[in-house]
T-cell receptor, first 113, second 113 residues
Framework: QKEVEQNSGPLSVPEGAIASLNCTYS??????FFWYRQYSGKSPELIMS????GDKEDGRFTAQLNKASQYVSLLIRDSQPSDSATYLC?????????????FGAGTTVTVRA | DTEVIQTPKHLVMGMTNKKSLKCEQH?????MYWYKQKAKKPPELMFV???????INESVPSRFSPECPNSSLLNLHLHALQPEDSALYLC????????????FGQGTRLTVV
């Protein structure tokens, strides 16, 4: 079982729609969860961090965490063509190993104008 | 300011060459990382330095040699690389206390010929 799994893409959404990205993780002791956006040929950019159960909103982005279900998601509202990128879910697998981040394979999102 | 600066942006080297990748951050972060990313794959952790000491080596071949001269600088020395080592090399840094909320540099695109 992979440590971090993301819903397979690519995901194509029309401009103005909501893009929904899902991520599950295997280590129940995981404490920190991150979403990175990576444009083609560029480096990952941190867009959301979430540490507690529930929702966290930042502009058009909402991260949702459910530790009991070992599930974290990212919603992108009012999707824009500039949101077209690969989104990487990253998880800190254990509180005793603060430095390791496990990445999912990524979900590529295309926003159609 | 969440800037991690990597040089060079692009590097082409022969299999017998010795070269170095450089990374710099002035955010006061005490953890610094080297990741390797192949096309359409997530970043793979190579090394972690915590408070200028090597804390994680993910069984990386000895042809990759990391160095942390001070808390702001991180180098990756390269020697006798193989064509399969061609990849995007990413440096990242994080506050030790923030559960690995890591910020990436723009990367060095390495081609081994």
């Amino acid at each position: 079982q992979k440590e971090v799994e993301q819903n397979s893409g690519p995901l194509s959404v029309p401009e103005g729609a909501i893009a929904s990205l899902n991520c599950t993780y295997s280590d129940r002791g995981s404490q920190s969860f991150f979403w990175y956006r990576q444009y083609s040929g560029k480096s990952p950019e941190l867009i959301m961090s979430i540490y507690s159960n529930g929702d966290k909103e930042d502009g058009r982005f909402t991260a949702q965490l459910n530790k009991a279900s070992q599930y974290v998601s990212l919603l992108i509202r009012d999707s824009q063509p500039s949101d077209s990128a690969t989104y990487l879910c990253a998880v800190n697998p254990s509180a005793s190993n603060d430095y390791k981040l496990s990445f999912g394979a990524g979900t590529t999102v295309t926003v159609r104008a | 300011d969440t800037e991690v600066i990597q040089t060079p942006k692009h590097l082409v080297m022969g299999m017998t060459n010795k070269k170095s990748l450089k990374c710099e951050q002035h955010m006061g972060h005490r953890a610094m990382y080297w990741y390797k990313q192949k096309a359409k794959k997530p970043p793979e952790l190579m090394f972690v330095y915590s408070y200028e000491k090597l804390s994680i080596n993910e069984s990386v071949p000895s042809r990759f040699s990391p160095e942390c001269p001070n808390s702001s600088l991180l180098n990756l020395h390269l020697h006798a690389l193989q064509p399969e080592d061609s990849a995007l090399y990413l440096c990242a840094s994080s506050h030790r206390d923030r559960g690995t909320e890591a910020f990436f540099g723009q990367g060095t695109r390495l081609t081994v010929v």
